[in-house]
C-alpha cells in the first residue's frame, strides 16, 4: 500500500515538474527569442510601393503588410504558415454579404406582404362591420335611459352659495407674484456668490498645486530620476532602431550648385551613415528616385530591463510619490 502510493506521488511530481519546466521554457522563449522585422521602400517616376514584415520563433508566427499607389492597404498574419487574417479578404466576404442580403429580403418579402395585405384587408372589413353595430346599439339604451335630464335643475346653481369675492383673488395672486419676485432676486444673488466663492477656491487650489510641482522639479532626486529616465529611454531606442539599412538615391536638380551643397552635407554626415547611403548625382535635370531597405530585432528582455530599472528606482519613486500629493 505505501509502495503504491510514493508511485502515485512520484508520478504526479514528475507531472508538475514538466508543467512548470514547459511554463519556464515558454517564458524565456517570449523573453529572450527576438522578434525580427524588415522592410523596404521605392518611389520611382510618381509611383511607390512600401513592404514591412515581422516575425517570430523561426516564422512560425508573420505579419506583413504592403501599400503601394491606388491600392489598398494589405496587411495579413500567418501561424505556421496558415493565413489567420487578412484584411482584404475579410472587405470582399463583407461587401459579398451585403450584396446578397438584400437580393433574399426582397424575393422573400413580396410574399408575405402580399398575404399580410390581404388578411388585413379582410380584418379591418369585419371590425367596421362590427363596430357600427356595437356603437348602434349603444346609442339606442344611452337615449333610453337618459330621458329629460334638465342642468338648469341643480341646486347648487339657483342658491348661488360657497361664491369667492373676485377682489379677494386678485391681491393674493398680486402678493404672491410679489414674494416670488423678491425669492428669485434674493437667490440669484445667493448664486452669484456661491460661484465667486467656488472659483476664488478653485483659483487657490490651482495655485497650490503649481506651486507644489516647481517645488517637486527642482530637487535634486527629480533631476536624477529624469536622467533616469532619459537613459533607459535612450536604451530602448537603440535596440529598436534597424541593425543594418541601405538607402540608394538618384538625385538632380536643375542648378548644379544645389547639387553640390547636398553632395557636401553628405559627405559631412559620412561617419554617421558610413556608406549606408548612398546618392547617385545627375546635374542639370531634376530628378529624385528613392530605394531603400532595413532590418533588425528586438526582443522583450529589453522592456522588461527598463521597467525594473525604474520600478526600483528610489529617485523615481519618490518623484511618483511627491506626484501624487493627496488633494491634487
Not at 248 to 268: K, R, S, T
Request: charged share 25%; hydrophobic share 40%; net charge positive.
Amino acid at each position: 500500500m505505501v509502495s503504491i502510493l510514493f508511485t502515485v506521488l512520484k508520478i504526479t511530481g514528475l507531472v508538475l515538474l514538466a508543467i512548470l519546466g514547459l511554463i519556464i521554457f515558454i517564458l524565456l522563449l517570449v523573453l529572450f527569442v527576438p522578434a525580427r522585422y524588415s522592410g523596404g521602400g521605392s518611389y520611382q517616376d510618381g509611383s511607390y510601393i512600401a513592404k514591412l514584415r515581422a516575425s517570430w520563433l523561426l516564422h512560425m508566427i508573420s505579419v506583413r503588410g504592403i501599400y503601394q499607389k491606388e491600392q489598398p492597404f494589405h496587411v495579413y498574419l500567418k501561424v505556421f504558415g496558415i493565413t489567420v487574417y487578412d484584411n482584404l479578404r475579410m472587405h470582399d466576404r463583407k461587401t459579398r454579404h451585403k450584396k446578397e442580403k438584400p437580393t433574399e429580403t426582397k424575393t422573400e418579402g413580396t410574399g408575405e406582404i402580399q398575404a399580410a395585405s390581404v388578411e388585413s384587408t379582410t380584418k379591418s372589413d369585419t371590425f367596421f362591420a362590427e363596430h357600427t353595430d356595437n356603437t348602434a346599439q349603444e346609442d339606442g339604451v344611452f337615449q333610453k335611459e337618459q330621458g329629460n335630464y334638465d342642468i338648469s335643475e341643480n341646486p347648487d346653481t339657483k342658491t348661488g352659495m360657497n361664491k369667492i369675492p373676485p377682489d379677494s383673488g386678485k391681491k393674493l395672486g398680486i402678493v404672491q407674484k410679489i414674494k416670488n419676485i423678491l425669492t428669485k432676486f434674493v437667490n440669484f444673488f445667493k448664486n452669484i456668490k456661491f460661484t465667486f466663492d467656488k472659483v476664488c477656491d478653485t483659483i487657490v487650489r490651482i495655485k497650490d498645486n503649481i506651486k507644489h510641482y516647481l517645488e517637486v522639479l527642482q530637487l535634486d532626486s527629480t533631476k536624477q530620476a529624469f536622467a533616469v529616465c532619459q537613459k533607459q529611454l535612450v536604451y530602448v531606442i537603440k535596440k529598436l532602431l534597424p541593425r543594418k539599412y541601405q538607402v540608394n538615391l538618384h538625385l538632380g536638380f536643375e542648378d548644379p550648385a544645389v547639387m553640390g551643397e547636398v553632395l557636401a552635407v553628405w559627405g559631412m554626415f559620412y561617419p554617421l551613415h558610413m556608406g549606408r547611403v548612398n546618392i547617385e548625382p545627375e546635374f542639370g535635370q531634376s530628378v529624385m528616385e528613392v530605394d531603400c531597405s532595413f532590418h533588425g530585432h528586438i526582443s522583450a528582455v529589453v522592456f522588461l530591463r527598463a521597467a525594473c530599472i525604474l520600478f526600483f528606482d528610489r529617485n523615481v519613486r519618490s518623484f511618483l510619490n511627491d506626484f501624487k500629493r493627496s488633494g491634487i
